[in-house]
């Protein structure tokens, strides 16, 4: 929103140039409720594949995010970290404006399903690892996953 193409390349050119000197890439799809699921695909096919890859995921993971969230885990075998998404995987999704005849009301819906792993009755998906957000963290403004992240993970 508001970058160029070419503002976009140089970015993920950056992402992929920093890969060089860590150890883990953990890509936080926390509070990404959707979009183009073709802006960020090329960059995730170029991840280094000796890379260890966290996803972190919660409940506002969403749409778009789901897909590359499962793109990642497998074909990157990523580890999925955080809460449950907020949507399962195969779902509707894609949506158009309507003008409801009588009211006149311009509403949003859902049009199109996506089965993302098909014939699989999921209807959430869970992390590998489980990480919690309290009450307690929100009261004192605390990531527990960013802790995590920081306590299990090389840099």
Known sequence: NGHSK???????????????SVKSIVVDLRENRG??????KDLFE????????????GRD????????LLFLKNNRNATLIGENAG????????????VLPNSKLQVSCSYKY??????????VIEPDIRIPVTIENYKN????LNQWI?????V
């Open 141 to 144: 403004n605390t990531d527990p």
């Open 6 to 20: 070419e503002e976009l390349v140089e970015f993920k050119r950056m992402l992929l140039e920093a890969t060089d």
């Open 46 to 57: 170029k991840f280094p594949e000796n890379k260890a890859i966290y996803i972190a995921m």
């Open 35 to 40: 979009g183009n699921t073709g802006i960020m």
């Open 87 to 98: 949507q399962g995987p195969n779902r509707f999704g894609d949506h158009k404006g309507i």
């Open 150 to 154: 920081k306590d299990n993970l090389q």
């Open 114 to 123: 996506f089965e993302l792993l098909p014939g699989q009755d999921i209807s």
């Open 61 to 68: 993971t969403f749409s778009s995010a789901i897909h590359h």
